[in-house]
């Protein structure tokens, strides 16, 4: 049988924080694929800190991942294209309004969508916040400015920390319409989640630290 690689692999990635020689993540080995996947585990066992590794915001400090054959160390700009992230920090850019940040991003993000931020945008209810300077909205606006875009951007990774917090339940119902889909749409895109709340649907997997 010939052997096909995994969609996304990480291979022994490990991550300690300058002030502490603990790793908070220690050769952590992983395969994944396309579809939703739930990443769960108690507070503090690095969930937060794996994404931003896959995301390529933090430097491992021993190990690797490779996503559809491009490999996150060597390969650090294509790689990068290839993968959005959405955490609990407000996104950056924040001087920009969540329609000048996304024109922004679709520079940078071959396969950006407009139509389908616009929808994102509709189903998320921020059609009076566009112009607006993201840093003046709310936390919540905030967060749903940046899952509009991160959605739209269509990269074959996405990556999701706690996206169901402090959501009203119009968004909350349009997020989970919008997973539910990554679940049961074929396509080749994996969405990573990291969730405490339940997502109110069934992931294609569940990986438990
Ligand atoms: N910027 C940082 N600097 C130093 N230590 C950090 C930093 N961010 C996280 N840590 C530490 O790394 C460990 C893992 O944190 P992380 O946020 O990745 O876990 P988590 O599983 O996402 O937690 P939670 O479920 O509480 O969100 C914790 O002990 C945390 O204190």
């Known amino acids: 049988m010939p052997n096909i690689p995994a969609f996304l692999r990480t291979e022994a990635l490990s991550y300690a924080y300058s002030n502490s020689a603990r790793r908070v ?3 952590w080995s992983q395969t994944f694929e396309p579809g939703l996947v739930w990443l769960r585990g108690p507070n503090g066992s690095g969930k937060s800190t794996r994404l931003k590794l896959l995301a390529g915001m933090l430097q491992p400090q021993y190990g690797s991942a490779r996503l559809a054959g491009v490999d996150l160390l060597r390969q650090p700009l294509q790689y990068r294209r290839m993968v959005s992230f959405v ?14 940040r996304f024109a922004f991003l679709s ?42 875009a991160a959605l739209a951007l269509h990269t074959p990774l996405l990556l999701l920390d706690e996206p169901l917090n402090a959501l009203d ?33 069934t992931p294609n997997a569940c990986i438990e630290l």
């Open 169 to 201: 339940a119009v968004s909350l119902a349009h997020l989970r319409g919008v997973l539910g889909e990554a679940a049961n749409s074929g396509a080749e895109r994996l969405l990573l989640v990291v969730s405490h709340e339940d997502l109110g649907l």
């Open 107 to 148: 520079g940078l993000y071959p396969d950006a969508d407009r139509a389908s931020w616009q929808a994102h945008i509709e189903g998320f209810g921020l059609q009076p916040f566009l112009n607006q300077p993201l840093r003046t909205l709310s936390t919540g606006t905030q967060h749903k400015a940046a899952l509009a």
């Open 25 to 27: 993540v220690d050769l």
């Open 87 to 100: 955490g609990a920090e407000p996104p950056p850019f924040e001087h920009l309004s969540p329609a000048e």
